[in-house]
């Protein structure tokens, strides 16, 4: 009996790696898909920093990514924004199809560089400096202009490791995709560490595994609670669709 229950359990384990290894290789860090690598220097962050600020906004996530890149490629950053004029910056938010915000955001990416220059000497990296505790730096950031705890938690997300103090909750829809595949049981304490054995066991990075998770959750066009979840999640399903039936099993 005991036997049956360790193959068992080996056998759950091997399913959820694969998962993660599965959901991973459908799309991780969105600042790895935008070509962005935050662990090279100030001048990435900066590059992060202005996506994060997109991001933000109620908009979809393709929608966001394209007008960073028309962003990026006019050499625009949050903190050169005020070398463009308003106009500038609304045509150029609207090339990238940010129309719904583009007069709120151009006003907003003008008053974000002056804040920067203002507080920080036009340095995103300069942010952390005056934090103390991961909280200090998460209110410095959530007092910037047109930010919030969504952004700051996208931001922040994919500096673990970078920033000393960069330890952002884990993202809500991130958690609850956990619940919804089986990775993690619901109300499980240090879902965060759990998240981390996860991704160290697939040989993943933790980070990429989060947004993996986030744009999951993103993808169900409806709740959460109408899909099957596991390797029968509708989601999961267009990533492998050829998974057998005995591996799907064993990821609940």
């Not at 992060?48 to 394209?66: K, Q, S």
């Not at 949050?78 to 070398?83: D, H, K, L, P, Q």
């Not at 004029?85 to 609304?90: H, Q």
């Not at 490791?161 to 991130?174: F, Q, Y």
């Amino acid at each position: 009996m005991d036997k049956v229950v360790a193959t068992s359990a080996r056998t759950a384990r091997r399913a959820r790696t694969d998962l993660v290894r599965c959901l991973v290789a459908g799309g991780g860090r969105y600042s790895t898909a935008l070509g962005i690598d935050v662990e090279a220097g100030d001048t990435e962050i900066d590059r992060w920093f202005m996506a994060a600020t997109l991001f933000g906004a109620r908009i979809p996530a393709t929608i966001a990514e394209r007008t960073f890149l028309v962003l990026d490629e006019a050499g625009v950053t949050v903190a050169t924004a005020r070398a463009f004029t308003w106009d500038d910056l609304v045509a150029l938010l609207d090339r990238g199809g940010y129309a719904r915000y583009d007069y709120k955001t151009a006003t907003r990416l003008h008053a974000l560089c002056d804040v920067l220059g203002g507080r920080y000497g036009g340095r995103v990296c300069a942010i952390p400096d005056g934090a103390h505790t991961p909280a200090e730096l998460e209110k410095a950031l959530d007092d910037l202009p047109g930010w919030g705890p969504v952004t700051v938690g996208v931001f922040l997300r994919e500096l673990r490791g970078v920033w000393p103090l960069a330890s952002p909750a884990l993202d809500p829809r991130a958690a609850a995709c956990t619940w919804h595949l089986g990775l993690v049981d619901e109300g499980a304490r240090d879902p965060l560490g759990r998240l981390r054995s996860l991704s160290s066991a697939a040989g993943v990075d933790r980070r990429d595994l989060e947004g993996a998770l986030v744009r999951t959750a993103l993808a169900h066009r409806a709740d959460l609670r109408t899909c099957p979840g596991g390797w029968d999640c509708v989601v999961v399903a267009r990533l492998a669709p050829g998974t057998p039936n005995r591996v799907r099993a064993g990821a609940r």
